[in-house]
């Protein structure tokens, strides 16, 4: 069982930074990826960005050149660096845990956090 924990949301000018973090517990040993995800109310949850255990990163192509993911493997947690948001990424941003798949030896399961909400004023 994999917990995680999201903090670092708030309200910020468009134009501004934010950083979010999000920390994995329990048993990780089988991450093949961890990533962001957001969902606006009224919409789907989308993509934002997805790391690697090697670094691997993949984006959205709407933060693009603004967000970047990171991760600090010793403490088992992801970052989101928000650079220049817009109120268009206003939405509740959530922390995924993506397990390898069952020829590994894993379950190949998803985890995800509770959310934090992240509010971008023009």
């Known amino acids: 069982q994999v917990e995680l924990v999201e903090s670092g949301g708030g309200s910020v000018q468009a134009g501004g930074s934010l950083r979010l973090s999000c920390t994995a517990s329990?048993?990780?040993?089988?991450?093949?990826?961890m990533g962001w995800y957001r969902q606006a109310p009224g919409e789907e949850r989308e993509l934002v960005a997805t790391i690697t255990t090697d670094d691997s990163t993949n984006y959205a192509d709407s933060v693009k050149g603004r967000f970047t993911i990171s991760r600090d493997n010793a403490k088992n947690t992801v970052f989101l660096q928000m650079n220049s948001p817009k109120p268009e990424d206003t939405a509740v941003y959530y922390c995924?845990?993506?397990?390898?798949?069952?020829?590994?030896?894993?379950?190949?399961?998803?985890?995800w956090g509770k959310g934090t909400q992240v509010t971008v004023s023009s």
């Open positions: 995924n845990l993506h397990e390898k798949g069952l020829g590994t030896g894993c379950h190949g399961l998803s985890y």
């Open positions: 329990g048993d990780t040993i089988c991450t093949r990826y």
